[in-house]
Structure formats: C-alpha cells, structure tokens
C-alpha cells in the first residue's frame, strides 16, 4: 500500500514539473519574441526580472501592482506566483492598455495567476481588502505617497513594497525620502535600470 501511495505521489510530482516546465517555455518565448514592443508606460526587462526574483525568493503569494500599463511588469508578477501558488492583483486606469494586458497575459499563459481590474487606483487601492506581501507601484508618481500610506497596514510583516522610477526624475524627491526614512522599513534602491526600484522589506 505504502509503495502504490508512493509512485502515486511520484507522478503526481512529476506532472506537476512538467506542466511548471512547459509553462516556462511558453513564457520564456513570449517574452522573448516581445521583448522590444514594451514601449507603452512598461517596466525595461532587467526591472521585470527583478520583481520576479524577489517574489520568488520570498516565496510571496499575495501580490498588488498600481498600474497594468499593457502588462509587461505583470507578466513577470504573474510568472513568480505561477512558482509560488500565489496570484497578482493588478489595477489600470486605460481601458485600451487594460485590455492589450489582459489579451498578454492570456497569450503567454498567465492570465490565471492575475486578477486585472480596470478603474481608477486612487479608489481601488484604498477599498482593497485583505492583505498583500509583495506590492509594486507604477502609476501615477504624483500619488506614490498616498499609495503607500493606504498599503502600509495592509502589507504583511516581512513583505515588500517597490516603487518604480525613483532614479530618472519622474517621483518626487518628497516621497523617496517619506519611504526612506519610515522606521516601519528597511529600503534600498535597484539600480541595475537607469529606472530604478525602491526596495523597501517591512520589519
């Protein structure tokens, strides 16, 4: 009996592998084949990597990203939480770029793994319920400040909160330094785009 339970959950694993494997393959060569269309407010493929990464190493299930665009940095959001068995909550005020991300997300085999809502995040990000461990923030920059004042309390301890653009002039000095220097976090900034993410590890 032990031995039938044991090939069992042998090949219940191996399934597993092998559908994890042929999802990869696909994403891999959608990105690949798109890797120079990403023009329309998307994250460069070196930052896309990065939040992968993060979300992968920490095992994060419960992602929250301010602005789709078409659904560049989503893609790579959605592929870690297809590792970890999480799911991404995505927010985009186009209704144009809201429908190309979801119409991505479905060619490159994601689409489950995200949960694309289209209106304003000024409203959505406040009303959200439940909490999130990994966010990323990439809309309007004027609002990055009141983004993360409504997310704090609903960001898990020992999760990450990541704000794009804050190297290439585009986010308020203002709110760089309200992140930095809130004691609740323990922030550094990604250089590795002239972009740049903030990084910032609830304590």
């Given at each position: 009996?032990?031995?039938?339970?044991?090939?069992?959950?042998?090949?219940?694993?191996?399934?597993?592998?092998?559908?994890?494997?042929?999802?990869?393959?696909?994403?891999?060569?959608?990105?690949?084949?798109?890797r120079s269309e990403w023009h329309d407010l998307n994250v460069p493929f070196v930052d896309g990597q990065t939040l992968h990464d993060i979300i992968v190493k920490n095992n994060y299930t419960s992602a929250l990203e301010i602005g789709t665009s078409t659904g560049h940095?989503?893609?790579?959001?959605?592929?870690?939480m297809s590792k970890t068995g999480g799911k991404v909550i995505t927010v985009e005020l186009s209704k144009k770029r809201?429908?190309?991300a979801i119409k991505n997300l479905t060619e490159a085999g994601l689409i489950q793994f995200v949960d694309a809502r289209l209106g304003n995040a000024h409203e959505i990000v406040k009303e959200l319920s439940g909490t999130f461990d990994f966010v990323f923030s990439d809309?309007?920059?004027d609002w990055y400040k009141n983004y993360f004042?409504?997310?704090?309390?609903?960001?898990?301890?020992?999760?990450?909160?990541?704000a794009h653009n804050v190297l290439d002039g585009n986010v308020p000095q203002s709110y760089i330094d309200f992140v930095n220097h809130d004691n609740d976090f323990e922030t550094t900034i990604d250089k590795k785009s002239h972009s740049g993410i903030q990084i910032s590890y609830k304590k």
């Open positions: 009996m032990k031995i039938l339970l044991s090939i069992s959950l042998l090949m219940v694993f191996s399934n597993l592998l092998s559908q994890s494997s042929e999802l990869d393959k696909k994403v891999e060569k959608f990105l690949k084949e798109h940095s989503t893609l790579w959001l959605a592929w870690a809201h429908e190309q809309a309007d920059k004042i409504d997310v704090k309390p609903k960001l898990k301890k020992g999760g990450c909160y990541t």
